[in-house]
């Protein structure tokens, strides 16, 4: 069974930058797109940036437009989240997911990985 595995988290001050891994296990692993979001304590979990696995189209939301970047390698079944310019309002756990298939829901989650930005 596949499963995602979030890393690269951790305390850094207010304009750093981190890049987060996220390795799906299995040989077999296929996907539509993957995601990164994100959920603040007492909020709900957001979404951050998706990109498909195969063309590589990628969306943003408004908040990490022009800071956040997703990536993937293929190759290594990963995909990235290269966060620059880093906000204490981008303190949150941060998961990775992925859409099995076109238009249906993000049905396979990582455990997270803890991101705080110190002010």
């Known amino acids: 069974q596949v499963q995602l595995v979030e890393s690269g988290g951790g305390l850094v001050q207010t304009g750093g930058s981190l890049r987060l891994s996220c390795a799906a296990s299995g040989r077999t692993f296929s996907t539509y797109a993957m995601g990164w979001f994100r959920q603040a304590p007492g909020k709900e979990r957001a979404f951050v940036a998706d990109?498909?696995?195969?063309?590589?189209?990628?969306t943003y939301a408004d908040s990490v437009k022009g800071r956040f970047t997703i990536s993937t390698d293929k190759a290594k079944n990963a995909v990235y989240l290269q966060m620059n310019s880093l906000k204490p309002e981008d303190t949150a756990r941060y998961f990775c997911?992925?859409?099995?298939?076109?238009?249906?829901?993000?049905?396979?989650w990582g455990q997270g990985t803890q991101v705080t930005v110190s002010s």
């Open positions: 990109i498909t696995w195969s063309g590589g189209s990628t």
């Open positions: 997911s992925s859409q099995t298939r076109r238009g249906g829901a993000y049905d396979l």
